[in-house]
């Protein structure tokens, strides 16, 4: 078995002593702070098979320093931040943490639903900070709705899609799909999810949301088009990447009444702007791009990366490697 290198860009110390207690003897680890100088990174990576933590790369010129570099590990599903396809390029993959964030994402994703459904935030900001108890809420029973006999239907039915799918069957919803993935029939049985057309799901769908992958194929894929066939009273739900949605066609949507609300933990552009027309909505739930966050989350991410730097080190294939797109 080769020894490899591996380059460690850690927020805190816990998370590079997680990978140097799990990694293989025949794995040296170079264990950074992120944000550390450049010189002293340089000096002390130069080296390295791989890096774990793909911020450090996001520039093609630093990525050829590197001249053994075989794998950029990130510890994040998207890795929309580096130039994948100049990488492979130069014969290096990039890999994302291959649904370590995902049950802490579909979640997330469950509460940005029942909180457009119920306008929950709405009241708990009335209740908490403005004092106005049951304000606007006393008689207006047609703005709340529940779950149960709803279609929603998931873009993207990956690691975090399959997992939504699989918690709302427990809300007794009828669950339907659309992907560039064919899945079989037992992945699609195990998710209780049926696979539709984007037009038919978009279309049909009480709730639409989004887990898909910022690319090309994706930026601005919900635009004006498929807010006009949505129905009046369906509710829109991004936790991937705020432009997978046109913001000014939501925008748009939202004024003209054609969707009911929306749940958002991402926006184009973030942190979000201060004189962003989705802010102060009562219709709009926002978040501020955390869904994945979770201490499980992060473990379960570092161990995807302690399982890539064995996995090269046997000279196998790693996991999660995207697509150089």
């Given at each position: 078995?080769p020894?490899?290198?591996?380059?460690?860009?850690?927020?805190?110390e816990?998370?590079?002593?997680?990978?140097?207690?799990?990694?293989?003897?025949?794995?040296t680890?170079v264990?950074?702070?992120?944000?550390?100088?450049?010189?002293?990174?340089?000096?002390a990576?130069?080296e390295?098979?791989m890096?774990v933590?793909g911020?450090?790369?996001?520039?093609?010129d630093?990525a050829?320093?590197y001249?053994?570099l075989?794998?950029?590990?990130?510890?994040?599903?998207?890795?929309n931040?580096?130039?994948?396809?100049?990488l492979a390029e130069?014969?290096?993959?990039?890999?994302?943490?291959?649904?370590?964030?995902?049950v802490?994402v579909?979640?997330?994703?469950?509460?940005?639903?029942?909180?457009?459904?119920?306008?929950?935030?709405?009241?708990?900001?009335?209740?908490?900070?403005?004092?106005?108890?049951?304000?606007?809420?006393?008689d207006?029973?047609?703005?709340?709705?529940?779950?149960?006999?709803k279609?929603?239907?998931?873009?993207g039915?990956g690691?975090?899609?399959?997992?939504?799918?699989?918690?709302?069957?427990?809300?007794?919803?009828?669950?339907?799909?659309?992907?560039?993935?064919?899945?079989?029939?037992?992945?699609?049985?195990?998710c209780?999810?049926?696979?539709?057309?984007l037009?038919?799901?978009?279309?049909?769908?009480?709730?639409v949301?989004l887990?898909v992958?910022l690319d090309?194929?994706?930026?601005?894929?919900?635009?004006?088009?498929?807010?006009?066939?949505?129905?009046p009273?369906?509710?829109?739900?991004?936790a991937?990447?705020?432009?997978?949605?046109?913001e000014?066609?939501?925008?748009?949507?939202l004024?003209?009444?054609?969707?009911?609300?929306?749940?958002?933990?991402?926006t184009?552009?973030?942190?979000?702007?201060?004189?962003?027309?989705?802010l102060?909505?009562?219709?709009?739930?926002?978040?501020?791009?955390r869904?994945?966050?979770?201490?499980?989350?992060?473990?379960?991410?570092?161990?995807t990366?302690?399982m890539?730097?064995t996995?090269?080190?046997?000279?196998?294939?790693?996991?999660?490697?995207?697509?150089?797109?």
């Amino acid at each position: 078995m080769p020894a490899i290198t591996v380059a460690f860009f850690y927020q805190d110390e816990w998370e590079a002593q997680r990978f140097r207690d799990n990694v293989s003897p025949e794995v040296t680890v170079v264990a950074l702070p992120r944000g550390s100088a450049p010189d002293e990174v340089d000096a002390a990576s130069r080296e390295a098979d791989m890096i774990v933590g793909g911020g450090r790369v996001r520039e093609l010129d630093v990525a050829r320093t590197y001249s053994r570099l075989k794998l950029v590990q990130t510890l994040s599903a998207g890795t929309n931040y580096l130039p994948t396809a100049e990488l492979a390029e130069m014969g290096i993959r990039v890999a994302n943490n291959y649904g370590g964030n995902a049950v802490a994402v579909a979640e997330v994703t469950i509460v940005l639903i029942v909180s457009a459904y119920r306008h929950l935030m709405v009241q708990w900001d009335q209740t908490n900070n403005r004092g106005t108890y049951m304000e606007g809420f006393q008689d207006d029973w047609e703005r709340f709705h529940e779950l149960t006999g709803k279609r929603v239907g998931i873009v993207g039915l990956g690691q975090i899609g399959s997992r939504v799918a699989k918690r709302l069957y427990g809300w007794e919803c009828e669950v339907v799909y659309n992907d560039v993935v064919q899945f079989d029939a037992k992945y699609e049985a195990a998710c209780h999810a049926r696979r539709v057309s984007l037009d038919e799901l978009v279309e049909t769908s009480d709730v639409v949301t989004l887990h898909v992958p910022l690319d090309h194929t994706t930026e601005k894929m919900i635009s004006d088009r498929e807010f006009e066939l949505m129905k009046p009273g369906a509710v829109l739900i991004n936790a991937c990447r705020g432009p997978v949605v046109d913001e000014a066609a939501l925008i748009r949507a939202l004024d003209a009444g054609q969707i009911a609300g929306a749940g958002l933990d991402v926006t184009e552009i973030e942190p979000i702007e201060a004189d962003n027309p989705l802010l102060g909505r009562d219709n709009v739930v926002l978040l501020p791009h955390r869904a994945g966050t979770s201490i499980e989350a992060r473990e379960k991410s570092i161990d995807t990366a302690v399982m890539n730097a064995t996995l090269l080190s046997e000279g196998k294939d790693p996991v999660g490697v995207v697509l150089p797109v």
